[in-house]
T-cell receptor, first 114, second 115 residues
């Protein structure tokens, strides 16, 4: 297992287009988290899944954002009608239910909306 | 979850110990102290965590004061590759089904290790 994998690493899109990112967690991890990070700031929590159930969503996750985790394995984060303010690094992390030992983060997908 | 306060930046000479402080005066009894670091253009990396006892692993040592209101992360022999933003986070573990145990990141401390 090579850790948490995120694709693509970089995405440039025009304003108004839809984009989708994928995250493949560590296989035995049943929790999966999405974060967003803008330049100079710490990561901000967006949402998390326990298996296939989405259990919490941040108020940062507007109606244009949707996340899924079918079958409790990989997850996708879709942004509809992108805006320039959506430009950020989108980070995925996974963990076991017992999170005493911390998360494992992926390297992120950097989105640029032009 | 309790909030933390960290200095925005610190410098350290290569080969010397880097001591990164964190204040968490409102920490609750069941909240752990976690440290992560983020090297430029990478995702955050878990370093260490503790409840009330000092902890050490292959990466670092964590010293938590007796009243648990502050802690220090120690990198015993800093190298240039330790240059990163270091985040101190306190939270309760999310072990039940509907407790996410999500991490709330602050601004962190930008550590620059210089030759």
């Amino acid at each position: 297992d090579t850790g948490v994998s995120q694709n693509p690493r970089h995405k440039i899109t025009k304003r108004g287009q839809n984009v989708t990112f994928r995250c493949d967690p560590i296989s035995e991890h049943n929790r999966l988290y999405w974060y967003r990070q803008t330049l100079g700031q710490g990561p901000e929590f967006l949402t998390y899944f326990q298996n296939e159930a989405q259990l919490e969503k941040s108020r940062l996750l507007s109606d244009r954002f949707s996340a899924e985790r079918p079958k409790g394995s990989f997850s996708t984060l879709e942004i509809q009608r992108t805006e320039q303010g959506d430009s950020a690094m989108y980070l995925c992390a996974s963990s076991l239910t017992d999170v005493y030992y911390g998360y494992t983060f992926g390297s992120g997908t950097r989105l640029t909306v032009v | 979850d309790a909030k933390t306060t960290q200095p925005p930046s610190m410098d350290c000479a290569e080969g010397r110990a880097a001591n990164l402080p964190c204040n968490h005066s409102t920490i609750s009894g069941n909240e752990y102290v976690y440290w992560y670091r983020q090297i430029h253009s990478q995702g955050p990396q878990y370093i260490i965590h503790g409840l009330k006892n000092n902890e050490t692993n292959e990466m670092a040592s964590l010293i938590i004061t007796e009243d648990r209101k502050s802690s220090t992360l120690i990198l015993p022999h800093a190298t240039l590759r330790d240059t990163a933003v270091y985040y101190c986070i306190v939270r309760a573990p999310g072990t039940s089904y509907n407790q996410g145990g999500k991490l709330i990141f602050g601004q962190g401390t930008e550590l620059s290790v210089k030759p």
